[in-house]
């Protein structure tokens, strides 16, 4: 059964760097739409960013221009690089498959999840 692993999580200061990978064990998902949401403390699951077939991303207006989606193909991986990171990034991340190639904002069009890695930053 596929899974989706992420590693990268941690403690960084603010204006501090982290990337964050979401690998797929069994390559199963190399052609699906790949997404990144995050559950701050006390607040529902929302989406941070996204990427389709043909790479084309999207992303959350509180993280453009600081986050980066990325895809490896070839190893089935999808990275977040997140940069100027901010306290309000606080969060648990999960990366998603898209239910198609194409991705949206929308959780509900997603239909595997990761277990979740834990990002925090200090002010």
């Known amino acids: 059964q596929a899974q989706l692993i992420e590693s990268g999580g941690g403690s960084v200061q603010a204006g501090g760097s982290l990337r964050l990978s979401c690998a797929d064990s069994?390559?199963?998902f190399r052609w699906h739409g790949r997404g990144w949401f995050r559950q701050g403390p006390e607040n529902e699951r929302v989406f941070v960013a996204g990427i389709d077939n043909d790479s084309g991303t999207i992303y959350d207006s509180s993280v453009k221009g600081r986050f980066t989606i990325s895809r490896d193909r070839s190893t089935s991986t999808v990275y977040l690089q997140m940069t100027d990171l901010k306290p309000e990034d606080t969060a648990i991340y999960y990366c998603?498959?898209?239910?198609?190639?194409?991705?949206?904002?929308?959780?509900?069009?997603?239909?595997?999840w990761g277990q979740g890695t834990q990002v925090t930053v200090a002010a």
């Open positions: 998603a498959v898209s239910r198609s190639i194409y991705v949206t904002p929308k959780e509900t069009d997603y239909n595997t």
């Open positions: 069994g390559r199963a």
